[in-house]
Each structure stands twice: as structure tokens, then as C-alpha cells.
């Protein structure tokens, strides 16, 4: 095998990589604005809205796989902000959302994972709907 052969691969776009890469951008220029719209203050019907969210994250998307062990309760913490935004503002959006940070922050491919991140946003959408948080 030639020398140059054995370096091949470092000409080779990796194209997933960048998908990925321009998915989360996007993700986070959304939840920024959403965050602007939001502001700093929570009704009760939204603080119980982030508590659900929190809970349901935990207890059934899960797509690390550590709900079983209490010292990793905190795994989830830094996305419960952007899930909630999103389903306060794109509630259409928050199933992609969900597999998005499934498959690009967690690079997890299970083989339910776009069924799971669904039936997760369907969940939230519902609970969100009831308080009158979002309109489906």
C-alpha cells in the first residue's frame, strides 16, 4: 500500500459531520429567538410545563440510556430550555427538534429513535396545549 493511499481519507469530506454541524447552528439560532421572545419570566402554567418536560425527557426519551442511575438526573438539564421553547413557539417543529438533538448531541441511531422523538413531542404538545401554552 502506498503512503499516500493510507491518507486518503483526510480529502474526504465528512458529510454527515456537516449536516449536523449546520442542523444545531440553525437549532440554536431558533432558540435564541425564541428566548428573546420568551423573556426572563415564567407564568405557573409554564413553570409546570418545564417540570413536565423535565420528567418526561428523563423518564422516557432517555436517549442516552441513564435514567436508571439517579447520579445522571442532571444529563438532560441544558435541553429543557430550547424543548420547552420549542414547543411554546414551534410546536410543528419539536419532534425534528428532538431527533436532531437525538442523532447530533447524543449520536444516537437507535432503531425507534424518530417514532420515540414523535410520540416525546406529541406528549409535550398535548400537555402544553391543555395549560393554553400553545394553540395545538
Not at 4 to 13: A, G, H, I, S, T
Not at 37 to 52: A, I, N, P, R, T
Not at 91 to 116: A, C, M, Q, V
Request: hydrophobic share 30%; net charge negative.
Amino acid at each position: 500500500m502506498a503512503a499516500q493511499d493510507r491518507f486518503d481519507y483526510l480529502d474526504k469530506p465528512n458529510f454527515e459531520y456537516d449536516c449536523n454541524i449546520s442542523m444545531i447552528e440553525l437549532l440554536s439560532r431558533l432558540e435564541k429567538q425564541f428566548s428573546e421572545q420568551q423573556g426572563d419570566v415564567l407564568s405557573e402554567k409554564e413553570k409546570q410545563l418545564q417540570d413536565y418536560i423535565s420528567e418526561l425527557i428523563w423518564t422516557e426519551w432517555d436517549p442516552v440510556g441513564v435514567n436508571d442511575i439517579e447520579e445522571c438526573r442532571d444529563e438532560y438539564y441544558n435541553y429543557e430550555s430550547g424543548i420547552y421553547l420549542f414547543s411554546k413557539y414551534a410546536p410543528l417543529e419539536l419532534s425534528g427538534y428532538l431527533y436532531i438533538l437525538h442523532i447530533s448531541y447524543f449520536d444516537s441511531l437507535l432503531d425507534n429513535n424518530k417514532e420515540r422523538c414523535g410520540i416525546i413531542a406529541r406528549k409535550i404538545n398535548r400537555y402544553s396545549s391543555d395549560l393554553g401554552i400553545n394553540a395545538n
